[in-house]
């Protein structure tokens, strides 16, 4: 007996592999007509695969996820492929944003599929039975994530500027730029001549959990697979076929719809213990979403959108063990909040370390959409959070953008001990992008931009110093480190402006930093050294500069 299918709503296409080819190919292309060019639009769509196979080539436009719906990435089979290109950009794909497939495997039928993609664009948990491409035939890209995948061949990352790869195996990669990092990946290429090219690899991963997907069994009921924490991981996780962690059925989660559902109703459910499905949508909030109970999973569809509307956060998470976050943009509304998200509610000793809170997937967005104003987008007070792809992101470009128009003062502050960070993408904020207070903290690769629109080197000063650094570690913390940095500046309003460093940081034996870059984009302004008062300013005439470690 099959089982009904829940109500997604809407925004939520299924597909079957006994619907004819034809009719798939007419839903998808009209789609990505929708979405193209919808950088900054409010729709929002989640496209989900039943097992079997397709013939069918889908172009993927803006936030739109597509879901593979099997066991295994193998039990749906795309024969056609998937195809990323930045022709409503005219070929520069920096601004492909707010996508994602996960859980299927391609067969590009020209060989290559194409993912030509910047930030909040991941891949996961697929297997292309062929080659890739990570732009847009020499357009610029500014990526990107992928992670859990398996690629037959070869990957040639082309103008990409930078990327993370972690838990997967690939047939060989080709190409750099400025930051290329490897993490748990088998057949990474060489790091031995960093930095030309500029590849960095870390052999394991010392601890992460994979994202929670949705799924579907051979009687047509849902659920969520939850994988387990795994430490000193290498390569992708399904490679035995049977993956450890949890199956959680769909009538345990509350499914929310943002035509209907408000803070309310979401935080009625989950405080009766509901985990939350948030289907396609923008979810308009007037208080935050409060996560109280260990072990909730928030899984977002489609790149479902949260926005307090009222200057409150748009969630805060409590004190608790082993929260999965997923799939989830938080969007800055026009009246101030303090913080979108807040993960634990004061710094404290309590370990988590057997079971962290993890984000997968997780976006920041002040401004871009609208008026947006977010004095810090996320902190974090817990111990042992995970990170896994962030992008917090002070919009550059868009409506609501100005340095008196979208305010803030940090991307991410990180207050609790022992977490670590795959992938974090902090750009454009007034003050330091990111913060790091804990003690033991880790970052495996860190991409961020200083703000674009600074008006004049007198609006941008840390007392004294030129400008606030990217990432500055507090100065009474004794162990940190970081591993593949890459910090751009773009002064386009006043490029006299100077940074006097990229980053700020304690000297001692257990601070290390490492493959560290930084960039003058098109010589438009300066960062004067890289570490503190250490490396050569990147500047006009001498754009790149790397530093080692220290």
Not at 170 to 185: Q, R
Not at 263 to 278: D, I, P, Q, S, V
Not at 415 to 438: I, K
């Amino acid at each position: 007996m099959q089982a009904q299918t829940p109500d997604f709503g809407e925004q939520v296409l299924i597909m079957d592999p006994a619907m004819p080819a034809a009719e798939v190919q007419a839903a998808l292309d009209k789609l990505f007509k929708q979405q193209e060019s919808s950088q900054f639009g409010t729709t929002r769509k989640a496209v989900l695969f039943k097992p079997g196979t397709y013939h069918n080539k889908i172009k993927l436009g803006f936030y739109t996820q597509l879901i593979g719906l099997g066991q295994l990435p193998d039990d749906v089979a795309l024969k056609g492929g998937i195809q990323v290109e930045a022709n409503w950009h005219e070929g520069d794909a920096t601004q492909n944003f707010w996508r994602t497939v996960e859980n299927l495997s391609v067969t590009p039928d020209n060989g290559t599929m194409q993912w030509a993609v910047s930030q909040a664009a991941p891949l996961r948990r697929i297997h292309v039975q062929g080659n890739m491409l990570l732009d847009d035939n020499g357009g610029w890209s500014s990526g990107g994530f992928i992670a859990d995948s398996l690629i037959d061949q070869e990957i040639n990352s082309g103008t990409q500027q930078q990327w993370l790869t972690r838990n997967s195996v690939l047939g060989s990669w080709t190409n750099a730029n400025w930051n290329m990092v490897f993490v748990g990946v088998n057949n990474a290429p060489s790091s031995a001549q960093w930095p030309n090219p500029p590849y960095t690899v870390v052999k394991q991963t010392p601890v992460v959990r994979e994202k929670p997907f949705l799924t579907i069994d051979g009687s047509g009921k849902y659920s969520v697979f939850v994988p387990a924490l795994r430490s000193a991981s290498q390569g992708i996780s399904w490679q035995q076929k049977k993956v450890p962690g949890e199956i959680i059925t769909l009538d345990h989660f509350y499914i929310a719809k943002a035509s209907q559902d408000n803070a309310r109703t979401m935080n009625t459910a989950l405080a009766h213990g509901k985990h939350l499905l948030l289907t396609p949508g923008i979810y308009q909030l007037d208080t935050p979403l409060h996560i109280s109970q260990a072990n909730s999973v928030i899984l977002g569809l489609g790149i479902a959108t949260l926005q307090p509307i009222t200057g409150t956060a748009a969630m805060t998470i409590d004190d608790v063990d082993g929260v999965k976050l997923a799939g989830v943009l938080f969007d800055a509304g026009v009246k101030n909040s303090e913080v979108l998200l807040q993960i634990g509610t004061a710094k404290n000793a309590v370990s988590h370390a057997k079971n962290p809170v993890s984000l997968h997937d997780v976006f920041f967005r002040v401004g871009g959409a609208g008026i947006g104003n977010a004095t810090t987008s996320v902190i974090i007070n817990s111990n042992h959070v995970i990170g896994d792809n962030l992008w917090v992101w002070r919009a550059d470009h868009g409506d609501g953008i100005g340095w008196e128009t979208n305010k803030t003062q940090h991307g991410i502050i990180v207050n609790g001990d022992d977490v670590t960070m795959y992938g974090l993408f902090v750009e454009h904020f007034h003050q330091y992008q990111t913060l790091w207070n804990g003690e033991n903290g880790a970052v495996y690769f860190y991409q961020s931009e200083a703000p674009y629109d600074v008006p004049d080197q007198a609006h941008w000063m840390n007392q004294q110093v030129n400008g606030f650094a990217s990432y500055k570690v507090a100065n009474h913390v004794t162990h940190h480190k970081a591993v593949g940095m890459g910090v751009y500046c773009f002064f386009n309003d006043n490029p006299t402006v100077k940074l006097h460093s990229a980053i700020e940081a304690p000297m001692g034996e257990y601070i290390q930093f490492s493959h560290i870059t930084s960039v003058s984009l098109g010589g438009t302004g300066e960062i004067s050294h890289v570490l503190n008062q250490s490396g050569d300013a990147a500047k006009p005439g001498n754009e790149v500069v790397r530093m080692v470690g220290h």
